[in-house]
């Protein structure tokens, strides 16, 4: 039975609507648009700015998620990327509305760079300043998130429930406002060092000819995780305050001195992914804005707790993870009740497999389409969640 609704009188009733209505023009006041408040309170509608939040009045833009140019350079337009409830959507449809100040100044300026970075470039120095590329695959992400808050889970319905489900809904808001820097400086340090807000790794990679199998995106959404191919290079970054660069990523580093082979490549976003889902604290910060300028510390993640700040790594777990990211199937990545899982990095003895880009390398699972999850059956909304706890789990 409906409970009854409050008792409200007219004049109460119309305080507040007042109340809401000048916090939502406090927040469309340019001077409030870079606070935290703006983009927490923010409501994703089509008709906001997906980075900067800004309502659109007159003409819309809108934004590719993975912008024109990268499609036109992997030839990917066409190429589908499938969305948590099972659809898929081709890149070349994949927009977001954008005010036209981020779509071209600080989008058009960051894909500049971004471009410049991986593909003229060379390695070390684009390794140097791994800033930018962290906010560009951020960016992708937020995109694809934005879109699935917009799109409805089912098309027949196209007023009914959106795509993503409610409970993560705030998941990405601290990271979008990290991800602001384009907008205006932020400053952010963690364990008493100016940092990037996350982790991120650029890997040297080898090719395939086949323009096709050049590209491949996947992310996991509890640990925020972007892994990026793009032809010879490799992007992976994670929204963690920096926790696995901290913890493994001198070992992703080491691993990825040399010129991997794509599969040698899902292997280590495996192992980042598979840790990320092991953080164990929600990282907490202190910000302050003066004049415009805003810096964020990180709280000690460790913090009062003796836990250690990962949860134990089980094999098991990470199989799974590898065999999202690999394509193959667990049982032949764990064949048996050890604790032993396959590795295409390392021979018995420790010492580096070089792996050859022959025939069969064109033909591994993972490089067959360009797809987030692997999975393109339809689904419900329990099987969305059901779909993210898994990940969670590994
Ligand atoms: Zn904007």
Redesign the pocket.
Known sequence: MASPAPKTSAKAAKKAAAKRGAAKADMDRPGRQHSLYALSERIYSGKR?F??G?LLRGSHTREHVFPLWLQKRFGMANQCLTLLNGTQIPYRQLTVP??P??NNVHLSKLEKRVRSLLFESPIAEARRDLKDIYIWANKILLGIVYAERLLPLNRRYPRGRAILPREMHDMFNMTHFLIQGLRFPIRFTAEGEERIPGSAFLFDLKSPRNQELQFDFKDNLFGLSVSLRLGNRGIVTLSDGGAIDLSVGDLLRRDGKRKLHPIQFDELAAKAFYKATLLNRTPKYIMTEFNGAVEVMQMPLMGLSSKPVFDDWNQTAYAHMLSVLTGYPVERLKPDDTDRVMTFISDAEGNPVNIPLGRSANRSPTMNKANRRGNSKKATMSTIKRRCAALTRG
Do not use: K
Request: proline content about 0%.
């Open positions: 700015c980075y900067c800004q954008c005010c100040t981020c």
